[in-house]
């Protein structure tokens, strides 16, 4: 068990944002009066996540609230102290961010350390406008549209992550062309979840991933990638997703706290799920603790319809988190019908997908 691969996400300047987006779950969450994690702690956590993980390829991953806030020099002590503590480990830096304060010096730094970035756009100026506004409640698109051309300009490595609300849910195949004619070659849809008015129905969102694939399946096989689709073409393959909500077991992706606190997950950052903390605890007691084998385990009890669904092998069930619907045994996945209608219209094409890269395997041997 010790040998098992994990990842930790960091939230270096805590929950805390520019932004004040209508849908944001960070809102509610208590923020510490930091600004970001303190430089001890920082070189504690570098050190004890290069050390600590089996795999010879650590990624760390930067999110937020919103990173940037934490300020570039954080980032610049980070690089240092990861090439202090790499050894012959391979590290990767991926920063999720709205964008908005992002500038030159920033563009620069991520292009000379091959940061990857994450820039949140939720599709066209009126969909993106819609919920992602600034504290003075203005629209946000220029200003995510400006960081976006610096990172193309600085040829600094960029993908999208699109959140799906009822804003732009009814217009999957716009926004994807919308995506792709920026420059996106990676995009991300990530349903608006919890209770939200802005919540788009699981209905509408199985409706835009069937017009997103429409939009794809013609025109940008092996040009560009779309997370769900990866994802589960990978289970078509006979391999296990790497994104944790379809795959049988989770709890191998924890978050760790500004102040060192570390927690099962980022969708449970809540007391009764809080780990320990890094400066009193050591890493791999969390990691591989009874309490974390217990959460990742959980995610492979499923309902009855579940167990019975021939897509189980690609979904798993869903997210825990969204497994809020009674009635079937264990609780349901409220994006079921999304998940189910989409992989039912998806199946015969997926299926000839794997066949081709079986085939093109075989061929290169």
Known sequence: MQSQPFQIMAKPAGSICNLDCHYCFYLEKPHLAQRHMDFNLLEKYIENYIHQTPQQEVTFLWQGG??????????R?????????????????????????????????????????????????????????????KGTFKQVMDALNLLK???????????VHKGNVKSGA????????????????????????????????????????????????????????????MAYLGLEPSLC???????????????GDIYSCDHYVYPEYKLGNLVETPLLDMTYSPQQQRFGQMKSHLSARCQQ????????????????VQGFGEPHNQLCEAYYSTLEYLDPYLKHLANYLRQQHQHSY
């Open 66 to 75: 919103e990173p940037t806030l934490a300020g570039i020099d954080f980032y």
């Open 77 to 137: 002590q980070a690089v240092k102290l990861q090439r202090r503590y790499a050894g012959r480990k391979k590290i990767y830096n991926a920063l999720q961010t709205n964008g908005v304060l992002l500038n030159t010096e920033w563009a620069e730094f991520l292009r000379e350390h091959q940061f990857l970035v994450g820039l949140s756009i939720d599709g066209t100026e009126a969909m993106h406008d819609a919920y992602r506004v600034s504290k003075s409640q």
């Open 153 to 163: 300009s600085h040829q600094v490595e960029f993908n999208t992550l699109t959140v």
């Open 174 to 233: 716009e926004v994807y062309q919308f995506l792709r004619e920026i420059g996106s070659t990676y995009m991300q849809f990530i349903p608006l979840m919890g209770e939200w008015e802005q919540k788009a129905s699981s209905e509408d969102y199985g409706k835009m991933m069937r017009d997103i694939f429409d939009q794809w399946y013609p025109n940008d096989i092996g040009r560009i990638g779309v997370q769900f689709i990866e994802q589960w073409l």
């Open 245 to 259: 909500i379809f795959r049988k077991n989770c709890g191998d992706q924890m978050i760790i706290e500004q102040n």
């Open 309 to 324: 669904c021939r897509f189980q092998f690609a979904c798993h069930g869903g997210c825990p988190k969204h497994r809020t």
